[in-house]
């Protein structure tokens, strides 16, 4: 929570000096603008804060001069307006408006000092910060924070800014590393020596300079055993860095034998349990080395005592995993299926026996709608899989190592001679279960993942369970996430429609479910692959069924739309669109109009370009060559731009106004197959 919470921080607070006018001209955030956190602290640092705000001169506009004075007399209104606004009515004067002759008077509001301002305004700007956990502490009031607050420092340039949150008042008053430091409170100066200060104290407050110092010490400590490396994972790095003021790296080592169990095991138990980066050999091999970072400095009278201590500790979680992983091995899989009777996915929706069953079906329907038949496909290894998948939650490995869910399952079936296909499916049946992640690496895995994720959906949607704004406690969104990822990634030959049908839902779950997958598709175009709000919006218009057509849609037009000729036609698109919405034209009637289009000398061009469009596109050897149609698309411009410049279309002619309308018609209509081009934005 700590990186969104500085960052917010900032934001809240440049945006308030902003709106209280405390920001010098030219002011840039990025360089005069600078934010720090640790576990202990938040910190925001921002330069040439302007002392006080600038006098603010208004003119307020009152009553009517016919009724503020009377045969040149000041009458009551006047007088209580002159009084609103603390002037004497002296100061009025008359002005000349478009309605008339009114009262006016130059006010100047005094800026207030910067500190008064601050010390006001942002402990309201503190209480916001978002928090997805909250504490109160303070008897009787209902203020609340991540943490209770210890000590607040607020300086404004040598000076103390009293700000007040969470019981406390600031002052200039810090605090060093709880370990490496005397303990003992000590006074930030200026603002300008609070990084240097803090790291006197052993305390880096530069939350980069933290994470460079964590990558160079596991770099140097790798090193002294030879041709080893520390496997790169950033997600750690980041955890590490946000837990650590004073970060320094040990080498501990472990029994090789434990390199009997499954890598998987070992690097979750060193990752995800105790923090430990694993090192592996030059091969990729893991090696019976890990890597800890500490939050206090190293030196030869404690080092020892602490690598010690993280290898009794390491010890001991292989010694359970091991012993869970031996302990499994009594049970094959294939009997733990009916274990799973007992097992509850939801309350309403059954037992995992129950969910196997329906995600078994899933599969087989897909299977048969994707044409996946032998010698191909293995499609009885994806039934397997499917009866398979879920048996590793009744594994005494898995309840105690539950990150390793799935996983499990497949290095299970794999020992236990399940055909490699369906263990790797099952192996691979929760991915991705990031942005980060792969997707299966077979079309088995793939359909399997595909069949649980839906009727995990559909099943929540069909009992009224759906997301709803940032509260999605089934984890529906991701999801839906990993089905449209999976659907545009693996070439499977399955849309959308063909997904969610296989679920059968009712229809009033259906229409949900259509308007909850549009979402996850645009935030795919969006977030995944970096497409522009209006392009994802001009692409999913003509249909977003199959979601590797609407990428390709989508980069085609990203490529195009730094064209000149794209773009103006874009802009006419719109105009086109804008006229036959305005003239409420739904269509031609069939069989009539488009031809006499070529009878009008002003409508020919563009009709013969349409239509030449239309063959070409016909022409190419793959109907998804969308940079060579929207070339075309680019083409038109001139005769789009001669028909404008040429033609009333909303003639007083119903014929021709009609057969004009019939023309922009179906040129959109020609490529309305590829993107609402009126949906991106132009110049103007």
């Not at 029994?255 to 095991?265: C, I, K, R």
């Not at 290894?381 to 497949?410: N, P």
């Given at each position: 929570?700590?990186?969104?919470a500085?960052?917010?921080?900032?934001?809240?607070?440049?945006?308030?000096?902003?709106?209280?006018?405390?920001?010098?001209?030219?002011?840039?955030?990025?360089?005069?603008?600078?934010?720090?956190?640790t576990?202990?602290?938040?910190?925001?640092?921002?330069?040439?804060?302007?002392?006080?705000?600038?006098?603010?001169s208004?003119?307020?506009?009152?009553?009517?001069?016919?009724?503020?004075?009377?045969?040149?007399?000041?009458?009551?209104?006047?007088?209580?307006?002159?009084?609103?606004?603390?002037?004497?009515?002296?100061?009025?004067?008359?002005?000349?408006?478009?309605?008339?002759?009114?009262?006016?008077?130059?006010?100047?509001?005094?800026?207030?000092?910067?500190?008064?301002?601050?010390?006001?305004e942002?402990?309201?700007?503190?209480?916001?910060?978002?928090?997805?956990?909250?504490?109160?502490?303070?008897?009787?009031?209902?203020?609340?924070?991540?943490?209770p607050?210890?000590?607040?420092v607020?300086?404004?340039?040598?000076?103390?800014?009293?700000?007040?949150?969470?019981?406390?008042?600031?002052?200039?008053?810090?605090f060093?590393?709880?370990?490496?430091?005397?303990?003992?409170?000590?006074?930030?100066?200026?603002?300008?020596?609070?990084?240097?200060?803090?790291?006197?104290?052993?305390?880096?407050?530069?939350?980069?300079?933290?994470?460079?110092?964590?990558?160079?010490a596991?770099?140097?400590?790798?090193?002294?055993?030879?041709?080893?490396?520390?496997?790169?994972?950033?997600?750690?790095?980041?955890?590490?860095?946000?837990?650590?003021?004073?970060?320094?790296?040990?080498?501990?080592?472990?029994?090789?034998?434990?390199?009997?169990?499954?890598?998987?095991?070992?690097?979750?138990?060193?990752?995800?349990?105790?923090?430990?980066?694993a090192?592996?050999?030059?091969?990729?091999?893991?090696?019976?080395?890990?890597?800890?970072?500490?939050?206090?400095?190293?030196?030869?009278?404690?080092?020892?005592?602490?690598?010690?201590?993280?290898?009794?500790?390491?010890?001991?979680?292989?010694?359970?995993?091991?012993?869970?992983?031996?302990?499994?091995q009594?049970?094959?899989?294939?009997?733990?299926?009916?274990?799973?009777?007992?097992?509850?996915?939801?309350?309403?929706?059954?037992?995992?026996?129950?969910?196997?069953e329906?995600?078994?079906?899933?599969?087989?329907?897909?299977?048969?709608?994707?044409?996946?038949?032998?010698?191909?496909?293995?499609?009885?290894?994806?039934?397997?899989?499917a009866?398979?998948?879920?048996?590793?939650?009744?594994?005494e490995?898995?309840?105690?190592?539950?990150?390793?869910q799935?996983?499990?399952?497949?290095l299970?079936?794999?020992?236990?001679?399940?055909s490699?296909?369906?263990?790797?499916?099952?192996?691979?049946?929760y991915?991705?279960?990031?942005?980060?992640?792969?997707?299966?690496?077979?079309?088995?895995?793939?359909?399997?993942?595909?069949?649980?994720?839906?009727?995990?959906?559909?099943?929540?949607?069909?009992?009224?369970?759906?997301?709803?704004g940032?509260?999605?406690?089934?984890?529906?969104?991701?999801?839906?996430?990993?089905?449209?990822?999976?659907?545009?990634?693996?070439?499977?030959?399955?849309?959308?429609?063909?997904?969610?049908?296989?679920?059968?839902?009712?229809?009033?779950?259906?229409?949900?479910?259509?308007?909850?997958?549009?979402?996850?598709?645009?935030?795919?175009?969006?977030?995944?692959?970096?497409?522009?709000?209006?392009?994802?919006?001009?692409?999913?218009?003509?249909?977003?069924?199959?979601?590797?057509?609407?990428?390709?849609?989508?980069?085609?037009?990203?490529?195009?739309?730094?064209?000149?000729?794209?773009?103006?036609?874009?802009?006419?698109?719109?105009?086109?669109?804008?006229?036959?919405?305005?003239?409420?034209?739904?269509?031609?009637?069939p069989?009539?109009?488009?031809?006499?289009?070529?009878?009008?000398?002003?409508e020919?061009?563009?009709?013969?370009?349409?239509?030449?469009?239309?063959?070409?596109?016909?022409?190419?050897?793959?109907?998804?060559?969308?940079?060579?149609?929207?070339?075309?698309?680019?083409?038109?411009r001139?005769?789009?731009?001669?028909?404008?410049?040429?033609?009333?279309?909303?003639?007083?002619?119903i014929?021709?106004?009609?057969?004009?309308?019939?023309?922009?018609?179906?040129?959109?209509?020609?490529?309305?197959?590829?993107?609402?081009?009126?949906?991106?934005?132009?110049?103007?």
């Amino acid at each position: 929570m700590i990186a969104s919470a500085e960052a917010e921080l900032l934001r809240r607070t440049l945006a308030l000096l902003g709106k209280e006018a405390l920001l010098p001209a030219g002011f840039d955030p990025l360089t005069d603008a600078k934010s720090y956190s640790t576990p202990r602290r938040l910190a925001v640092l921002v330069s040439d804060v302007l002392e006080r705000q600038p006098d603010l001169s208004e003119e307020v506009v009152g009553p009517s001069a016919k009724i503020a004075f009377k045969d040149g007399a000041p009458a009551p209104a006047a007088e209580a307006f002159a009084r609103k606004n603390g002037v004497d009515v002296s100061a009025l004067r008359t002005i000349t408006t478009p309605k008339g002759d009114y009262v006016a008077v130059t006010t100047t509001k005094v800026g207030r000092a910067a500190s008064e301002v601050i010390a006001s305004e942002l402990p309201k700007e503190i209480a916001a910060i978002y928090w997805a956990k909250n504490m109160r502490w303070i008897a009787g009031s209902k203020q609340t924070f991540v943490r209770p607050v210890q000590w607040i420092v607020a300086l404004l340039g040598e000076d103390v800014v009293p700000v007040s949150f969470g019981g406390r008042t600031a002052g200039r008053a810090s605090f060093g590393h709880r370990v490496l430091s005397s303990g003992e409170a000590f006074e930030i100066e200026t603002p300008a020596s609070y990084v240097a200060q803090l790291e006197g104290e052993y305390v880096i407050a530069d939350v980069e300079a933290r994470r460079h110092k964590i990558r160079k010490a596991l770099d140097r400590v790798c090193r002294t055993v030879p041709g080893a490396r520390w496997r790169e994972d950033e997600a750690l790095v980041d955890k590490m860095t946000h837990l650590t003021e004073w970060p320094d790296v040990l080498l501990g080592s472990f029994d090789a034998a434990y390199l009997d169990l499954p890598e998987e095991v070992l690097v979750t138990v060193m990752r995800d349990h105790q923090n430990y980066f694993a090192v592996e050999s030059a091969a990729g091999k893991l090696a019976p080395y890990f890597l800890a970072v500490t939050n206090i400095a190293l030196d030869e009278e404690n080092a020892g005592i602490v690598r010690q201590g993280n290898e009794r500790v390491l010890r001991a979680r292989f010694n359970d995993a091991r012993f869970f992983y031996d302990f499994d091995q009594r049970t094959p899989l294939v009997e733990r299926v009916k274990l799973l009777e007992n097992v509850t996915f939801q309350k309403d929706l059954g037992s995992y026996a129950k969910k196997s069953e329906r995600v078994r079906e899933l599969c087989h329907r897909l299977a048969m709608t994707a044409g996946m038949i032998a010698p191909t496909y293995d499609v009885n290894a994806i039934l397997d899989a499917a009866s398979l998948a879920k048996t590793d939650l009744t594994t005494e490995l898995v309840k105690e190592f539950t990150e390793l869910q799935g996983i499990i399952g497949g290095l299970y079936a794999e020992k236990q001679g399940v055909s490699q296909v369906a263990a790797e499916a099952i192996y691979d049946q929760y991915l991705p279960a990031s942005a980060d992640d792969r997707i299966p690496r077979s079309a088995e895995g793939a359909l399997l993942g595909l069949a649980d994720r839906i009727d995990t959906i559909a099943g929540m949607f069909s009992l009224g369970m759906e997301p709803t704004g940032s509260k999605d406690p089934f984890a529906l969104r991701r999801a839906a996430n990993a089905v449209v990822r999976i659907l545009a990634e693996s070439g499977l030959p399955l849309t959308l429609s063909d997904v969610m049908g296989a679920a059968s839902p009712q229809p009033e779950v259906e229409a949900k479910l259509k308007s909850f997958f549009a979402e996850r598709v645009e935030f795919y175009l969006r977030e995944a692959k970096g497409q522009a709000y209006d392009v994802v919006k001009a692409v999913m218009a003509p249909g977003y069924d199959e979601i590797a057509d609407v990428v390709a849609r989508a980069e085609a037009v990203s490529a195009a739309r730094g064209s000149e000729d794209f773009l103006a036609v874009s802009a006419a698109f719109k105009r086109m669109k804008n006229i036959l919405a305005q003239a409420g034209y739904q269509g031609p009637t069939p069989g009539t109009g488009f031809i006499h289009a070529f009878e009008d000398p002003a409508e020919a061009p563009l009709a013969r370009k349409s239509l030449a469009a239309v063959k070409e596109r016909h022409e190419l050897s793959n109907w998804r060559s969308y940079g060579e149609r929207l070339a075309s698309v680019a083409s038109i411009r001139p005769e789009v731009d001669a028909f404008f410049a040429q033609v009333m279309v909303m003639d007083p002619d119903i014929a021709v106004r009609t057969r004009r309308l019939n023309l922009l018609y179906m040129v959109l209509q020609n490529f309305s197959d590829i993107a609402d081009f009126s949906e991106i934005v132009t110049a103007g």
